[in-house]
Structures are given as structure tokens and as C-alpha cells.
């Protein structure tokens, strides 16, 4: 079976620019998570969704960014405009509602010159 | 007090020695509790739960004290292939996690 499927898996952008990471999360999984990692900071919750719904989004660091899930098969996380601070790995990761236990895709390292 | 703290190392081990590291939470609602592995550039990978009555899986055995706060990882026989970062993570359920940054091992041969 596939797994957690992010891409890209490496974006560079220029700050200012709009950046959209995408996530396909394993089939049958209801609950999807994005999270950030940097050094600094370790691994952050931004946002998750059970059944495509929005649940807690305490998480997403400020009004530049977004995310949504149209389908139980896709999200998105967008950051617009994107800003230098921004550059982190982005990880998403998904699991049966209601288990604990998260599975995560490779992550897209971003980084924002 | 950080929500979950770690030591981040790196802990230098030779091969075939036993290693246990600890990670204590401030949370006392916390009701699962997970250890995960990260190699270097690549994504967390699930090692084990922890369970109130403890957990073995092969070299592993991972325990959890709730008077104390803190959630424990051994590791016996240590191999080369054990060279990894070390996650704790905490929550869980219909919700996210909450992880430490982190403890950094060094098998060396």
C-alpha cells in the first residue's frame, strides 16, 4: 500500500511568492495533520482535519496561511506571501479517526529566499 | 514548563550496549503516548506506544509513569542500523500530536 504522498518534496522560492504544498494521505485514513519542523522549534502542529472538516487550527502561525481539504484523498497548505522564517520541512500525516498512532509522508523541505 | 522535554544529546553508545532515555511531559490529561524515529532528512516513523502496563517489542521496551510524568525508552543489544533522533510524542486520538524535539543516539562500532 502507498503511503503518505507529499509533493514537492523541495521548493525555493522568493519571499512574496505564493507557495501550495500538497498531501495525499493513506486510503481510509479519516484524520489528516500538517506539521512543521525546524531546528529551532522541533516539530509543530499546524492544523488537522477528521473527516475533511477543519478541527484545530491553533496551530497555523499567521493569516498567510491556509489549508483545506476538498476530499477525503487531498489537502493543501498554502503561505501566501511567503516569507525567509517560513523555511522549514512541512510534513504531513494521517490515520485512522480516532487512533493514535500517525503516519507520515516524506515531507516538502521549502525554503524561501 | 515545556509542554515536552527531551534531552537532545547526543547520547554516544558503543555497540551492544544497553541505552535508555527519558521524556517528561507537563500535561497530566495526556492519554496516549507514542516513541517515534527519525533518520536524518527523512520523515518520523512510528516505533512503538506506549502503554500504562509498559511495552516490549524485540530490544525495545518503552514505559510510561503518570506519577512522575515521564514516558521512558530502552533500547538493548544496540546495532549500528539504532543511530537515529528519538521522538516522544504525546495526545493523540481524534487529535494531534505533541512532540519533544527530540534525543539524538550515536551507535559507534
Known amino acids: 500500500d502507498a503511503g503518505v504522498i507529499q509533493s514537492p518534496r523541495h521548493e525555493v522560492t522568493e519571499m512574496g511568492q505564493e507557495v501550495t504544498l500538497r498531501c495525499k494521505p493513506i486510503?481510509?485514513?479519516?484524520?489528516l495533520f500538517w506539521y512543521r519542523q525546524t531546528m529551532m522549534r522541533g516539530l509543530e502542529l499546524l492544523i488537522y482535519?477528521?473527516?475533511?472538516?477543519?478541527?484545530?487550527d491553533s496551530g497555523m502561525p499567521e493569516d498567510r496561511f491556509s489549508a483545506k481539504m476538498p476530499n477525503a484523498s487531498f489537502s493543501t497548505l498554502k503561505i501566501q506571501p511567503s516569507e525567509p522564517r517560513d523555511s522549514a520541512v512541512y510534513f504531513c500525516?494521517?490515520?485512522?479517526f480516532g487512533a493514535g498512532e500517525q503516519y507520515f509522508g516524506p515531507g516538502t523541505r521549502l525554503t524561501v529566499t | 514548563r515545556k509542554e515536552v522535554e527531551q534531552d537532545p544529546g547526543p547520547f554516544n553508545v558503543p555497540e551492544g550496549a544497553t541505552v535508555a532515555f527519558n521524556c517528561t511531559y507537563s500535561?497530566?490529561?495526556?492519554?496516549?503516548f507514542f516513541w517515534y524515529r527519525q533518520d536524518c532528512r527523512k520523515e518520523p516513523k512510528l516505533l512503538m506506544s506506549?502503554?500504562?502496563s509498559g511495552n516490549e517489542d524485540g530490544r525495545f521496551t518503552a514505559q510510561l509513569n503518570r506519577a512522575s510524568q515521564y514516558i521512558s525508552l530502552l533500547i538493548r543489544d544496540s546495532k549500528l542500523s539504532d543511530s537515529a533522533t528519538y521522538l516522544c510524542?504525546?495526545?493523540?486520538?481524534?487529535?494531534?500530536?505533541?512532540f519533544g524535539k527530540g534525543t539524538h543516539l550515536i551507535i559507534q562500532p
Open positions: 500535561n497530566s490529561a495526556s492519554q496516549s
Open positions: 486510503s481510509g485514513h479519516n484524520s
Open positions: 482535519f477528521n473527516n475533511n472538516v477543519p478541527i484545530d
Open positions: 506506549v502503554y500504562s
Open positions: 510524542a504525546l495526545g493523540g486520538g481524534a487529535d494531534g500530536l505533541t
Open positions: 500525516a494521517s490515520s485512522p
